[in-house]
């Protein structure tokens, strides 16, 4: 059996958790890959909201295994606050949620880390969700860091202390001084690391193996966007893990071949969150109108999202390296009401007009070139099919398709489970 893919095509936030749960009815397991407790999923059903950071967006239906994979960066300390959060919906946890033992932990030397080097950057700084993702990243490829599986060890602990030294001498090297109380923080480390041994570990790509033998279905979720990747995205300012396709392979243990359907989601506008490049970003009504009506805070800062046109050589971009089948397009409803709708479709770069994405994308390289459409008045979110678009929607889709070369196959009208129309 093969395994889909769901990945977000921007820089993040597109609708990747929502979308997810929609789908897990058709799958037997759903699995993390990459990202860490830096992402953050929302759902929506039942009037409840839901916002996941680590644990997989399947987690809310009986029939699904939810995964956390080898790719993922878990720190313990959130992982059981997720878990606390789940308490109330008396869900099965030892049997539904599985963790690789390959999976790096975050240790609170880490956050530290990612305090101390953000602090120090001053305004050159990435604009890090502050998870310590990066530093957990550096000790995964440096060979130094601590995996999910040593917990089971007798003398992990000894591990941790000659890495948590280690980094508080790191620590004091950063120009910028922090202050922490380490001891209190390993109180609170060590207690959930016991919660987290709690649950199943397992060798997740013998797991997923079997799985596809025995003809399961699996579906792979996205943290982070495209643009976000280590490799792909507008570096440095970057997640520090592929959140392109081919790190669903890393990340799982997944065959290239064995992958099916691509999913590419994206929003019918653009956000960003944190500090780096963004060509059609506004700073106008339209821009502000988009932040208001989307309620543009990220899941799991709160800090206001930038907002902009939808940017279609980033996002063609996005198409190849994923090699993206289908499109999902969410948050259409927050555009009722504009006058007009601009989608970049190409860049003015160095006195020319390009239509691929350049190495350097800052505002003094790229001029974006727009299209222009009409809006559409009608509202949404009550919509439940296609028949009921209004006409320049169905333009601007169309239009999408077609410079996008990819189906449009769902789009969504709200943040609800319902409100989500399939084409
Ligand atoms: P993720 O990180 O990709 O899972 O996305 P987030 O959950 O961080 O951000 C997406 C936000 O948009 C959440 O607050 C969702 O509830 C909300 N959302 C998802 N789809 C739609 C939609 O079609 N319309 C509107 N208005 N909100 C949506
Ligand atoms: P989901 O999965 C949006 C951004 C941060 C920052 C950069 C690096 O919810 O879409 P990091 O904490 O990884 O060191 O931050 O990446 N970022 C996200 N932006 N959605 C996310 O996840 C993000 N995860 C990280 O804002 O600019
Ligand atoms: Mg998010």
Redesign the pocket.
Known sequence: MAVDLLL?LQ????G??KIVDVLTQNYDIIARFQ?GP????TLEFDGIKHVLHTIPSGIFHENAVNLVGNGVVIDPVIFKKELDNLKKFDLDIKSKLLISRKAHLILPTHRLL?AASEASKGKAK??????G??PTYMDKTGRNGIRVGDTELSNWKEKYRALANKHEAMIDFYAAKIEYDLKELETEFFAAVEVLKELTFIDSEEYLHQAQKSGKSILAE????SL?DIDFGTYP????SNTTAAGACTGLGVAPGKIKEVFGIFKAYAT?????PFPTELFDNYGETMGRVGNEF????G?P?RCGWLDLVALRYAVQVNGVTQLMMMKGDVLSGFDKLKICTAYEYKGKKISHLPYNIEAENVKPIYSEMKGWREDLTKMNSVEQFPTELNDYIEFLEKELEVPIKIVSVGPDRTQTIHR
Do not use: M
């Open positions: 977000g820089w993040g936030d597109e990747k958790g990202g830096n992402a953050g999923h990612d990435i604009g890090s969700t502050l998870k993702i990066g996205g943290a982070q966007g976000l300012y970057v997640t520090s960003r969150v944190g500090s780096g990220g899941a799991t800062t800090r999202r």
